[in-house]
Nanobody, 116 residues
Framework: QVQLVESGGGAVQAGGSLRLSCAAS????????MSWYRQAPGKQRESVAA???????NYADSVKGRFTISRDNAKNTVYLQMNSLKPEDTAVYFC??????????WGQGTQVTVSS
């Protein structure tokens, strides 16, 4: 069983920055794609960014150029650096460990609130 623990959320003003971290237990971290999702009140969960085991990344159009996903396999940790935050970035952010033949493992989520 894999456990994911997110941290780093908080409240910031528009234009500010936050860095989210997600620490994973277990030994499979370095072999899998890790993702960040977010869910705003009343909206569906959406993909924000992903990073493959080899370091390839992709981003939602809404965050390109502002957010950066990275990983440290030695620490079993994935990060999401969020710059130039906007009020519409307000959401609960979740990390996910993707599995090929089963549903992802999910973290508990961390709240990000951006005020104007």
């Amino acid at each position: 069983q894999v456990q994911l623990v997110e941290s780093g959320g908080g409240a910031v003003q528009a234009g500010g920055s936050l860095r989210l971290s997600c620490a994973a237990s277990g030994s499979i971290f370095s072999f899998v794609t890790m993702s960040w999702y977010r869910q705003a009140p009343g909206k569906q969960r959406e993909s924000v960014a992903a990073i493959s085991s080899g370091g390839s990344t992709n981003y939602a159009d809404s965050v390109k150029g502002r957010f950066t996903i990275s990983r440290d396999n030695a620490k079993n940790t994935v990060y999401l650096q969020m710059n130039s935050l906007k009020p519409e970035d307000t959401a609960v952010y979740f990390c996910a460990l993707n599995r090929l033949t089963a549903n992802p493992y999910w973290g508990q989520g961390t709240q990000v609130t951006v005020s104007s």
